[in-house]
T-cell receptor, first 113, second 115 residues
């Protein structure tokens, strides 16, 4: 969706390196969700951000929300082969909790051992 | 919890045939979403239900697509007649819509190929 742009589209990193994926919205964000997808499988929920400046971490993955810039970033520290997959951001652009999400095109991550 | 269950996992059919995809949401969830994923268009929301009632079907491509949710534990997405351009992975997701924000849990998807 052009309402939500992810960058880069794909990324190849060496194991152990850090990386960042960005998600930029053209509309006001009321909630930003990060998911991971492995080829041929469904999406796995990672984290949800809802307030400007909010930052959440799970293991070696950290997500931040910049409400003013309508942007979120996903940072992986010391990447491992298990981090490989497609990362998608999903945005709630509604003022209420409709549950309706618009997703970005995804960022494909490869981690070379 | 078994998670969101979808069937079949793979479907191959000929153009013009009717296709029915099935979904069982997570018990206790009150919202259900149908998505379609392709390389060209990414992940698109087709329709979603809240308490078994269709809320937004603006993403349904055309009249060939229809979705039902007869009860809280079952939903179907039907394509009749199917066309090659309908080939995609179809995902069902469910969530509990009650708190301010709620994450969706996705099923494994149905890979549809229309020849």
């Amino acid at each position: 969706s052009q309402e939500l742009e992810q960058s880069p589209q794909s990324l190849i990193v060496q194991e152990g390196k850090n990386l960042t994926i960005n998600c930029t919205s053209s509309k006001t964000l009321y909630g930003l969700y990060w998911y991971k997808q492995k080829y041929g499988e469904g999406l796995i929920f990672l984290m949800m951000l809802q307030k400007g400046g909010e930052e959440k971490s799970h293991e070696k993955i950290t997500a931040k929300l910049d409400e003013k810039k309508q942007q979120s970033s996903l940072h992986i520290t010391a990447s491992q082969p298990s981090h490989a997959g497609i990362y998608l951001c999903g945005a709630d652009h509604g003022s209420g909790n409709t549950g309706k999400l618009i997703f970005g095109q995804g960022t494909t991550l490869q981690v070379k051992p | 919890d078994a998670g969101v269950i979808q069937s079949p996992r793979h479907e191959v059919t000929e153009m013009g045939q009717e296709v029915t995809l099935r979904c069982k949401p997570i018990s206790g969830h009150n919202s259900l979403f149908w998505y379609r994923q392709t390389m060209m268009r990414g992940l698109e929301l087709l329709i979603y239900f809240n308490n078994n009632v269709p809320i937004d079907d603006s993403g349904m491509p055309e009249d060939r697509f229809s979705a039902k949710m007869p009860n809280a534990s079952f939903s179907t997405l039907k394509i009749q007649p199917s066309e090659p351009r309908d080939s995609a992975v179809y995902f069902c997701a469910s969530s509990f819509l009650g708190t301010l924000y709620s994450e969706q849990y996705f099923g494994p998807g149905t890979r549809l190929t229309v020849t």
